[in-house]
């Protein structure tokens, strides 16, 4: 059972961190080199940072 409750605090903590870098990076990509922005690379970028504003609910 304490390995669990471990991972309970570990898990969420890298997901944020693996979302906040995602969103970070493109945003900074897409003005600095020129990335192209699609609707795919939008609507993931919402979801993402939906899903950090979830997480500090």
């Known amino acids: ?3 669990w409750r471990l991972l309970d605090k570990i898990v969420p903590t890298w997901l944020l961190l ?8 493109f945003l900074l990509a897409a003005p600095l080199f020129g990335e192209p ?3 795919r690379k939008l609507s993931g ?12 609910q």
């Open 45 to 56: 970028l919402v979801a993402a940072i939906l899903a950090v504003l979830a997480f500090y």
């Open 37 to 39: 922005v699609t609707p």
């Open 1 to 3: 059972m304490h390995q």
């Open 18 to 25: 693996s979302l906040v870098s995602m969103a970070l990076v």
